[in-house]
């Protein structure tokens, strides 16, 4: 059976001849790169064999063969490995009790060498192909290895020897580091005690090894206490390759700190290394904060500088503006697994709370929203985001010249039989719709306000998918295109996804993608744009990202109040 196995270039010169075995100058072989090797054959050569004549061995097509390892031609720490070469008898006599005879020049520590290999008879004419292995142990330090390999015959016909030279490399080391942590809280931006929050932890392997059975514990300190699991287990990290941990924790009222101290020990099943961290969170900061851990290692594999915060989450532009009359309500719909049981992890909606923390920012920086006129939901339920609606509604309505931006990420759901679209809180599950937001009261809710501009901004779909692999309705397999719902009043709505699609994240950013084409919009033009050409620039860059970063195609639409007419295309933020 045929098979490639990488050979050498090998050049032959003389070296010194071997005075007390009596043997000729050795040729040299050295080994640098691959050839194509040919299967293990006997050649007969046409001679007429004279018993007493003697025979002639010739050693040729030396090659070096480590398959079984990454095919690099060179001897690594831990890797098995061949000299292979062919014996031929040029002589008209027979070739008798012949042995391969193995001498090591520099016998290097960390290599396993078979001394002597007994090959029987060749007969005049006739070849052989011979295999001699070579194995190298976790000593193996990086150089060169120089054997040094004859044939020896009962009646004293040996070959002439040949001299192999090889490289040799010690074994790669990985280097496992924390590049990156955010803490979060499910209860906005505040980090307070009693409440639980999430720390993400982002290891990276910037060593050459790869990485095995790697162990990562969290540890708290007193009156702190763990929301879950505290130890975590990876079975391996390739070099560059990354992996993020979740730990929550929570912290009671006894603890006096102002600060918590999460100690982080990450250690791998063969010693190679073993370290300890500590990151510490404020009490009563920002809910999101980033600390980037330097790490200064010399490597040959590009190591890429990754992080938790997408781009659009840094430099978000003040506009100095202050808009009085202006009011937001922002819902962040993600964890629905721990309302509902029997849902699995991806049937949250991936980012969702990050997107509603961001665009709160947004609204109030860029936007000019007063902080007090700014309502934020994560995690909402029904009872919340009606009782929420509700109130800016009202104060829309004592407001004069009033304006309100609607934001929500989360799941969407169309009903079965009447294909009418549904906001879905996080307490409320696919089969008991009633108990949803349905869309069109919504729109309703918000137009009987009389405000003068309404801008709602939907980062879910409505056909029965999700953001993750699987959508609340993960069971079923038919996917409905949901009644388009007619906006009235002052509303232009801007919905991430047309019929049948399903809205999709952009892990690269930590984000929804229709999120982070709407937030990147406000950031380049520091929120100055018009409807109009944020609607044309979500419909031109969604589309393209959706099929470059998840092959699904999806496609924003904007939905206009017949009652606008073209107006709404010069509404400014």
């Known amino acids: 059976m045929n098979r490639y196995i990488p050979t050498f270039l090998f050049a032959l010169i003389c070296v010194e001849l071997l005075g007390q075995s009596g043997w000729s100058r050795a040729k040299e072989v050295n ?4 050839s194509q090797w040919s299967p293990e054959k006997e050649v007969s050569i046409s001679k007429t064999v004279n018993p007493a004549a003697p025979a002639s061995l010739e050693i040729s097509d030396v090659t ?88 020896e015959e009962e009646n004293g016909f040996d070959s002439d020897p040949i001299k192999v030279v090889f490289n040799t490399q010690r074994v790669k080391i990985p280097e496992l580091s924390i590049v990156d942590y955010t803490f979060t809280s499910d209860y906005g931006e505040k980090i307070t005690l009693g409440r639980p929050v999430s720390l993400t932890v982002m290891l990276q392997n910037k060593g050459q090894g790869e990485a095995v059975d790697i162990r990562t514990d969290f540890k708290t300190p007193d009156n702190v206490f763990p929301a879950g699991e505290s130890s975590f287990y990876i079975d391996k990290l390739k070099p560059n390759e990354t992996r993020s941990i979740v730990f929550e924790f929570f912290g009671n009222k006894k603890y006096d700190g102002r600060e918590i101290p999460i100690e982080v020990s990450i250690a791998d099943g063969h010693d190679a290394f073993e370290q300890t961290h500590t990151l510490r969170i404020p009490l009563m900061e920002s809910s999101i904060q980033t600390v980037n851990i330097p790490a200064r290692i010399e490597q040959m594999i590009p190591i890429e500088n990754i992080s938790l915060r997408s781009d659009v989450d840094m430099g978000i532009p003040s506009s100095g503006k202050i808009v009085k009359n202006r009011f937001a309500l922002i819902i962040g719909n993600e964890d629905y697994r721990k309302y509902q049981m029997g849902l699995q992890s991806d049937q949250n909606v991936l980012y969702a709370r990050n997107d509603a923390l961001v665009f709160k920012e947004y609204a109030i920086k860029t936007l000019g929203v007063l902080e007090k006129h700014t309502f934020l939901l994560t995690d909402a339920t029904r009872g919340q985001m009606s009782r929420e609606i509700e109130r800016v509604t009202e104060l829309a309505k004592l407001t004069p010249n009033a304006e309100i931006i609607f934001y929500y990420a989360g799941h969407g759901l169309p009903d079965f039989e009447t294909y009418q679209s549904y906001l ?42 999700g953001r993750g692999e699987n959508g609340l309705l993960a069971a079923r397999t038919v996917k409905v295109r949901p009644k388009s719902d007619i906006v009235e009043g002052n ?68 939905l206009v109040s017949p009652e606008l007419d073209e107006k709404w295309m010069s509404w400014k933020f």
């Open 64 to 151: 070096f063969s480590d398959n079984g390892g990454n095919s690099n031609s060179v001897l690594d720490a831990n890797e098995e490995a061949e000299i292979r070469f062919t014996l031929f008898n040029r002589g008209k006599g027979n070739a008798r009790a012949l042995a391969a005879d193995v001498v090591p020049m520099n016998l290097k520590e960390g290599i396993e060498l078979l001394f002597k290999k007994h090959l029987g008879d060749l007969f005049a004419g006739q070849s052989m192909e011979i295999a001699l292995p070579i194995r190298g142990f976790p000593l193996l330090e990086t150089g060169k290895a120089e054997l040094v390999i004859r044939v």
């Open 31 to 34: 080994i640098s790169g691959p």
């Open 491 to 558: 509303i232009v709505a801007f919905t991430a996804t047309s019929g049948k699609e399903v809205s999709l994240p952009f892990e690269a950013q930590s984000h929804g993608l229709f999120t982070y084409y709407l937030l990147k919009k406000l950031q380049e033009t520091e929120g100055n744009v018009t409807l109009d050409e944020l609607g044309q620039h979500m419909e031109s860059e969604v589309p393209k990202a959706s099929l470059l970063e998840n092959g699904i195609l999806q496609r924003p639409q904007v």
């Open 424 to 465: 879905v809180p996080v307490d409320v599950s696919a089969s008991n719709l009633d108990d949803a937001i349905k869309l069109k009261d919504l729109y309703a809710k918000l137009a009987s306000s009389k405000a003068s501009k309404i801008m709602v901004f939907l980062d879910a779909c409505f056909s029965g998918g």
